[in-house]
């Protein structure tokens, strides 16, 4: 299992945005409309933000967006909140019953 | 409301089986519309799915390469839980493990509370 590329920080202020890349290959990423975003905070879980690249859980606000262009998939996180302050995490399926998780990003909020 | 709440000791010997078990509230390990899987997450190696069950007609095994030869997923209906099995078990096998519900394709909406399990002796 290759990993998906993430940078590790970003940051912004109290509602401006933040968007995360999160890299892989076209046999993942670039193959699969099947990239879902975390968050998880300190000791917690992660939690399922975006799935199926744009897709939000009943109950995500609408402030989370997601969208994939060719093999890079993006999290946006528009008009930050101080709770938006955790670690995100990208994920891929890849094929052949294979799952890749990213990198992490620290979020931070200014 | 789906919730799964594991249990299972935290420290492990090397060499030795590591053992979990998810119970589930609010579904049914028999569903045939849920998954039903383990991750786990450590600062070397991330987060990393090791494998699941799922019922379709019958029971469904399917397990990342990684671990395919130590690991094992068990359903067990009378008490709707799942387990994991992880057998020769090293230090590099230390992680918070999770249980979790969902699919590769779709995300894992709901996750248990994460146990971290080391491994030393």
């Known amino acids: 299992q290759s990993a998906l590329t993430q940078p590790p920080s970003a940051s912004g202020s109290p509602g401006q945005s933040v968007t995360i890349s999160c890299t892989g290959t076209s046999s993942d990423v670039g193959d699969y409309n099947s990239v879902s975003w975390y968050q998880q905070h300190p000791g917690k879980a992660p939690k399922l933000m975006i799935y199926e690249v744009s897709k939000r859980p009943s109950g995500v606000p609408d402030r989370f967006s997601g969208s994939k262009s060719g093999n890079t998939a993006s999290l946006t996180v528009s008009g930050l909140q101080a709770e938006d302050e955790a670690d995100y995490y990208c994920s891929s399926y890849a094929g052949n019953i294979h799952l890749s998780f990213g990198t992490g990003t620290r979020v931070t909020v200014l | 409301q789906v919730q799964l709440q594991q249990s299972g000791p935290g420290l492990v010997k090397p060499s030795q089986t590591l053992s979990l078990t998810c119970a589930i509230s609010g579904d049914s390990v028999s569903s045939n519309s849920a998954g039903w899987n383990w991750i786990r997450q450590s600062p070397s190696r991330g987060l990393e799915w090791l494998g699941r069950?799922?019922?379709?007609?019958?029971?469904?095994?399917d397990y990342a390469e990684s671990v395919k030869s130590r690991i094992t997923i068990n359903p067990d209906t009378s008490k709707n839980q799942f387990s994991l099995q992880l057998n020769s078990v090293t230090p590099e096998d230390t992680a918070v493990y999770y249980c979790?519900?969902?699919?590769?394709?779709?995300?894992?909406?709901?996750w248990g509370q994460g146990t971290l399990v080391t491994v030393s002796s």
């Open positions: 979790a519900r969902g699919w590769l394709q779709t995300g894992f909406a709901y």
């Open positions: 069950t799922y019922y379709s007609s019958k029971w469904y095994n």
